[in-house]
């Protein structure tokens, strides 16, 4: 009989190892995986009934998760979660421990500015976890993609659609050749057939998928674009075929989730972009290239505020 794989050092090594093994897995492991990389911020903390619970599954689906990864059972894969928790989730886990105090206190009358203050501490929440979570190396991966292409599409749909609007209205401001698959009308079928070998498509998706952006995201693949998703998870549907995969989990607040920290990543990205592109415009200018970063950082970002009329 094969022995189990050693046990993963890291989280995110762990991640990495659900990712690669994903395809491979039973209904109710790919459950369980998608939970832990969606909750990796609570597997510290919570018993094994109660995690079980919020997938859906008996404790002993748990049991086995974890030793499918090389771990003894349940307990020592949560002890991975534990070190550096603190660190780690103190925004976030602050954020919903106070929510769920409003919630249980039974106030039949929050006043507006409750609402508005929980709003904007959960957005934080996002912005702190994105910021702690993003994964450099394929962010600027996505830069490369999109400042080496002529032709930028972005394809977003549902919750989506106003991150892909603003990334059409920001890549505008660039000199690429930017265009919306808006699926308006259901017309995703013939837009996307302007997409040629050589183009890059962002497409933005979070759970449950809007379908019309799978399909995008397969078919752009097929005609030999590359692929940059925004999504939540990299076990979903359009992660899998991305060349450069940016993860953001934006939290959620009353049942509604918020597109802070998706709106936040498009805009870095954006502007990543611009200054990589301003740069090169400049790599004929001795001069210019001898001037401080920062000085060149703030003349590509004004550049881009003046061409986008702000």
């Known amino acids: 009989m094969k022995p189990p794989p050693p046990p993963p050092e890291s989280v995110e090594q762990f991640l990495h190892c659900i990712t690669q093994e994903y395809d491979g897995l039973s209904r109710q492991l790919k459950v369980i995986s998608r939970h832990v990389e969606a909750h990796r911020d609570q597997l510290g903390l919570e018993g094994i009934q109660s995690v079980a619970g919020q997938c859906g599954v008996q404790p002993s689906a748990m049991v086995r998760f974890a030793k499918r990864f090389g771990f003894s059972g349940f307990s020592e894969m949560q002890r991975l979660f534990r070190e ?18 409003l919630i249980e206190s039974g106030s ?16 934080i929440a996002g912005m702190q976890q994105l910021r702690q979570t993003l994964d450099q190396q394929d962010f600027a991966r996505a830069v490369e993609l999109l400042a080496n292409t002529q032709a930028i599409w972005i394809a977003g749909s549902r919750r989506s659609f106003p991150v892909a609007v603003y990334l059409d209205y920001a890549l505008q401001h660039t000199e690429k050749r930017i265009g919306l698959l808006n699926a308006l ?21 979070f759970a449950p998928y809007a379908e019309e952006t799978v399909q995008l995201a397969q078919q752009a693949r097929q005609r030999g674009a590359r692929l940059i998703a925004i999504t939540d998870s990299r076990m979903g549907p359009i992660a899998g075929a991305a060349e450069a995969c940016l993860i953001v989990q934006d939290s959620a607040t009353f049942g509604f989730r918020a597109l802070t920290a998706a709106m936040g990543l498009a805009q870095s990205l954006f502007v990543a972009l611009a200054y990589r592109l301003e740069l090169s415009s400049q790599s004929g200018d001795a001069g210019r290239r001898s001037g401080s970063g920062l000085r060149t950082v703030a003349h590509a970002h004004l550049s881009l505020l003046k061409k986008a009329g702000t």
């Open 84 to 101: 550096g928790l603190a660190e780690q989730i103190a925004p976030g886990r602050a954020y919903k421990l106070r929510l769920r105090e």
């Open 108 to 123: 039949p009358d929050l006043q507006p500015e409750e609402i508005a203050d929980e709003f904007i501490k959960g957005s």
């Open 185 to 205: 009308g259901s017309m995703q079928q013939g837009q996307i057939r302007s997409v040629r070998a050589g183009d890059t498509l962002i497409a933005i998706s």
